[in-house]
């Protein structure tokens, strides 16, 4: 079946330490996203990616970097500079390169939930 | 840049009775794709309606219909004969296709179905 994968399901990150969370797709979707979404809060955007070898930063990038070296798959990666990482991070991917080619709906992965120990 | 607006954060209705979630958006472009996204506790996040911006009738799918006014930048959306499996937040969200497919959520309306 066609989806998105999240994982872990779970993170713990000691102060100092840069994490990679992992999302990858099989749905043959050009666009991917990194959201963070705080106790009770909106999905704010981290990053995404329109194509290989190319993103763009969010609303709130700082403190997190990405890569797509494949179409397939989006990791990003806490690092020690982001001083708040505790959340819940959403993936998604939305297909296509025009409006009539649409998948028209965002696939999202089951999240991972980052605690700093 | 694109913004979504949920002007209510919080919202509450009888089971069986109707509720009506707002969304308002503000873009200038005329291609785009609308949705309603329910998050239950799971915290996954599940397609309930879609709306394409070049269609002038209103989406529905069950239950869920939504009320598109395209000049006033309006997309709510109305649940009918609510359940209690409804109680979920609910984002509403868009999409550009000239902007590089920026999916742009609203900051979430938590419903609440009281028994």
């Known amino acids: 079946d066609g989806g998105i994968t999240q994982s872990p399901k779970y993170l713990f990150r000691k102060e100092g330490q840069n994490v990679t969370l992992s999302c990858e797709q099989n749905?043959?979707?050009?666009?991917m996203y990194w959201y963070r979404q705080d106790p009770g809060q909106g999905l704010r955007l981290i990053y995404y990616?329109?194509?290989?070898?190319?993103?763009q930063k969010g609303d709130i990038a700082e403190g997190y970097s990405v890569s797509r070296e494949k179409k397939e798959s989006f990791p990003l990666t806490v690092t020690s500079a982001q001083k708040n990482p505790t959340a819940f991070y959403l993936c998604?991917?939305?297909?296509?390169?025009?409006?009539?080619?649409?998948?028209?709906?965002?696939?999202f992965g089951q999240g991972t939930r980052l605690t700093v120990v | 840049a694109q913004t979504v607006t949920q002007s209510q954060p919080e919202m509450s209705v009888q089971e069986a009775e109707t509720v009506t979630l707002s969304c308002t958006y503000d873009?200038?472009?005329?291609?785009?794709?609308l949705f309603w996204y329910k998050q239950p506790p799971s915290r996954q996040m599940i397609l309930v309606i879609r709306?394409?911006?070049?269609?002038?009738q209103n989406a529905t799918e069950n239950r869920f219909s939504v009320n598109f006014q395209k000049a006033a930048k309006s997309f709510s959306l109305k649940i009918s004969d609510s359940q209690l499996g409804d109680t979920a937040m609910y984002f509403c969200?868009?999409?550009?296709?000239?902007?590089?497919?920026?999916?742009?959520f609203g900051g979430g309306t938590r419903l609440m179905v009281k028994p």
């Open positions: 998604a991917s939305f297909g296509g390169q025009s409006l009539e080619r649409l998948n028209t709906e965002a696939f």
């Open positions: 749905l043959n979707h050009d666009a």
């Open positions: 990616s329109q194509i290989v070898n190319d993103f």
């Open positions: 873009t200038s472009e005329s291609n785009y794709y």
């Open positions: 709306q394409e911006a070049y269609k002038q």
């Open positions: 969200a868009f999409v550009i296709n000239n902007a590089g497919n920026m999916l742009t």
